[in-house]
């Protein structure tokens, strides 16, 4: 699996130790005593096993123990489940996504896209129309799959009631064709019991090693955090309450929360992970951030025909490594990789790990409301938008837009107009103070984002070069200004829709 790692407690391959006293390891593909036996033999264990599923996450439930934090030791404060509130009637798939089924989760530590399946929302068989489930699952897989992607799922909360047939889930596999799982870089499995083990040994038939190899389980919520960006995963509270009695009752009482060490300050040449502020402040004032201008430079020279640029993935040893040499000042060669893909990679990495998303989270609500604004009024809603954004955010907002603007104009090459460039960084850009941002969410977070990409020249364009007059008071600097200072233009005009090469040779620090 692309940029996985294998860790002592996560099980992977055929193999998936189910937590539950006693029962020690399922071998998933390896089931010595039940080859033999018929797929009705299996389709009755499989309904047995489900209704032990049922009856420990019965008696779990009855524990009584109050749940604590396993970080602070305080109570468990769990949200009430509830339906998207930006779900609109309209939405095509309504009837099913108001169960909050499906979820897209931000991007997991690989920079691929997260969804979730949650088995706790799905409502009983009868009151759920599963073949429109399946359409709704292809429906948002599909603005996706062109890209490398992830699912979790939340296997707790399937019981004899919801639970879809076998023929529906042997049905489903055989739909997605190769399309989907290329790109499917892990199934992540939560929670997995041993019907998820009689299953395997049903749809043995039909899996191939290859995809085999892309599901992973975590029997807690701590294993999968390791893999992805726990803070934007939005998981189930049934799922959080689960997670934590079972905790409780395998620890037998909670642990004393630990000491959180103090955080350390960041190296005087740290790059990623601290703000715009900070990176101007130790590099002479220079607006741009030296990794920003690092890799759009090697890109604008050698990558703007590369098929699928910033789609792909990369190899998390190899991210970490080139993170460590930009945050320890030392020099990076592309080159010596021999990975087109990498610095686009690295210049995601360093938007998401931003403290405060690039468009700040004082614009994320009125992002938002894009989708409300008339088609012909949307360029000027954006300009009035980014009026908003400190200079700083404008002037490197400016800078990256101008760059994807070019990436753009190429996609008769590198197949990424601005709609698929949208997908990609949307959120990237931008993403809420609170958890994740919803399913929904991502509408209205892409078409802003194509805006500020396809109309890069009149969204940035300085309001004198439009006849508007100059909105700048005595001590303020136009919008227009941050992108002089940060490229070192002069006023001199010049095509708003190419920015100037940035002067600095790609990968050396200042």
Same mark, same amino acid.
């Given at each position: 699996? @692309?940029?996985?790692?294998?860790?002592? /407690?996560?099980?992977?391959?055929?193999?998936?130790?189910?937590?539950?006293?006693?029962?020690?390891?399922?071998?998933?593909?390896?089931?010595?005593?039940?080859?033999?036996?018929?797929?009705? @033999?299996?389709?009755?264990?499989?309904?047995?096993?489900?209704?032990? @599923?049922?009856?420990? +996450?019965?008696?779990?439930?009855?524990?009584?123990?109050?749940?604590?934090?396993?970080?602070?030791?305080?109570?468990?404060?769990?949200?009430?489940?509830?339906?998207?509130?930006?779900?609109?009637?309209?939405?095509?798939?309504?009837?099913?996504?108001?169960?909050?089924?499906?979820?897209?989760?931000?991007?997991?530590?690989?920079?691929?896209?997260?969804?979730?399946?949650?088995?706790?929302?799905?409502?009983?068989?009868?009151?759920?129309?599963?073949?429109?489930?399946?359409?709704?699952?292809?429906?948002?897989?599909?603005?996706?799959?062109?890209?490398?992607?992830?699912?979790?799922?939340?296997?707790?909360?399937?019981?004899?009631?919801?639970?879809?047939?076998?023929?529906?889930?042997?049905?489903?596999?055989?739909?997605?064709?190769?399309?989907?799982?290329?790109?499917?870089?892990?199934?992540?499995?939560?929670?997995?019991?041993?019907?998820?083990?009689?299953?395997?040994?049903?749809?043995?038939?039909?899996?191939?090693?290859?995809?085999?190899?892309?599901?992973?389980?975590?029997?807690?919520?701590?294993?999968? %955090?390791?893999?992805?960006?726990?803070?934007?995963?939005?998981?189930?509270? =049934?799922?959080?309450?689960?997670? =934590?009695?079972?905790?409780?009752?395998?620890?037998?009482?909670?642990?004393?929360?630990?000491?959180?060490?103090?955080? /350390?300050?960041?190296?005087?040449?740290?790059?990623?992970?601290?703000?715009?502020?900070?990176?101007?402040?130790?590099?002479?004032?220079? &607006?741009?951030?030296?990794?920003?201008?690092?890799?759009?430079?090697?890109?604008?020279?050698?990558?703007?025909?590369?098929?699928?640029?910033?789609?792909?993935?990369?190899?998390?040893?190899?991210?970490?490594?080139?993170?460590?040499?930009?945050?320890?000042?030392?020099?990076?060669?592309?080159?010596?990789?021999?990975?087109?893909?990498?610095?686009?990679?690295?210049?995601?990495?360093?938007?998401?790990?931003?403290?405060?998303?690039?468009?700040?989270?004082? +614009?994320?609500?009125?992002?938002?409301?894009?989708?409300?604004?008339?088609?012909?009024? %949307?360029?000027?809603?954006?300009?009035?938008?980014?009026?908003?954004?400190?200079?700083?955010?404008?002037?490197? &907002?400016?800078?990256?837009?101008?760059?994807?603007?070019?990436?753009?104009?190429?996609?008769?090459?590198?197949?990424?107009?601005?709609?698929?460039?949208?997908?990609?960084?949307?959120?990237?850009?931008?993403?809420?103070?609170?958890?994740?941002?919803?399913?929904?969410?991502?509408?209205?977070?892409?078409?802003?984002? =194509?805006?500020?990409?396809?109309?890069?020249?009149?969204?940035?364009?300085?309001?004198?070069?439009?006849?508007?007059?100059?909105?700048?008071?005595?001590?303020?600097?136009?919008?227009?200004?941050?992108?002089?200072?940060?490229?070192? =233009?002069? @006023?001199?005009?010049? +095509?708003?829709?190419?920015?100037?090469?940035?002067?600095?040779?790609?990968?050396?620090?200042?």
């Amino acid at each position: 699996m @692309d940029g996985g790692g294998r860790h002592g /407690r996560v099980s992977e391959g055929p193999c998936a130790r189910i937590p539950r006293g006693g029962l020690g390891t399922v071998c998933l593909g390896r089931p010595a005593r039940r080859q033999s036996m018929s797929r009705l @033999d299996l389709e009755q264990l499989a309904e047995i096993e489900l209704q032990r @599923d049922e009856e420990e +996450a019965a008696a779990l439930s009855m524990a009584g123990r109050p749940l604590v934090m396993p970080t602070t030791g305080r109570p468990l404060v769990v949200p009430t489940a509830g339906q998207d509130p930006a779900l609109s009637m309209d939405h095509p798939f309504y009837d099913v996504a108001r169960h909050g089924i499906l979820q897209v989760a931000g991007e997991d530590r690989f920079g691929r896209r997260v969804i979730t399946f949650s088995c706790c929302r799905m409502p009983p068989s009868h009151e759920l129309n599963h073949r429109r489930l399946l359409q709704y699952l292809k429906h948002t897989l599909d603005q996706y799959v062109e890209s490398d992607y992830t699912i979790v799922y939340f296997h707790y909360g399937l019981n004899s009631q919801n639970k879809p047939s076998l023929s529906w889930l042997q049905s489903t596999y055989k739909e997605f064709d190769r399309r989907y799982k290329k790109n499917l870089k892990a199934l992540y499995i939560v929670h997995p019991t041993n019907f998820i083990k009689v299953l395997w040994t049903i749809f043995k038939p039909l899996i191939s090693h290859k995809f085999g190899k892309k599901v992973i389980y975590f029997n807690s919520l701590s294993e999968l %955090r390791e893999h992805l960006k726990y803070d934007q995963l939005i998981v189930p509270p =049934e799922v959080l309450r689960y997670d =934590e009695k079972l905790r409780s009752l395998h620890k037998g009482r909670s642990s004393p929360p630990a000491k959180t060490p103090p955080p /350390r300050p960041p190296l005087p040449t740290q790059q990623f992970g601290v703000s715009l502020q900070y990176l101007k402040d130790k590099n002479q004032g220079e &607006l741009i951030p030296p990794v920003l201008r690092f890799t759009v430079t090697y890109l604008r020279e050698k990558g703007l025909h590369a098929e699928g640029l910033f789609r792909r993935s990369a190899s998390v040893h190899t991210i970490r490594e080139i993170q460590r040499l930009y945050n320890q000042g030392k020099p990076v060669n592309f080159d010596d990789y021999g990975d087109i893909h990498l610095p686009a990679v690295i210049l995601k990495t360093f938007l998401r790990e931003l403290p405060q998303p690039l468009l700040t989270f004082k +614009a994320y609500e009125q992002i938002l409301e894009i989708t409300s604004v008339e088609s012909s009024l %949307r360029v000027t809603r954006c300009r009035q938008i980014l009026q908003s954004l400190p200079e700083h955010n404008y002037a490197v &907002l400016s800078y990256l837009m101008g760059f994807l603007h070019e990436v753009s104009r190429e996609s008769i090459f590198n197949k990424m107009n601005s709609s698929n460039l949208a997908c990609v960084f949307g959120l990237n850009l931008i993403w809420p103070s609170q958890g994740a941002s919803s399913l929904s969410a991502l509408v209205p977070l892409n078409l802003f984002t =194509e805006l500020l990409i396809e109309y890069y020249g009149k969204v940035f364009s300085a309001p004198e070069a439009r006849g508007e007059p100059r909105a700048d008071t005595p001590g303020q600097v136009s919008r227009a200004a941050p992108w002089r200072e940060a490229t070192g =233009e002069t @006023d001199t005009p010049r +095509a708003p829709s190419r920015p100037p090469r940035p002067p600095m040779a790609a990968g050396t620090l200042r």
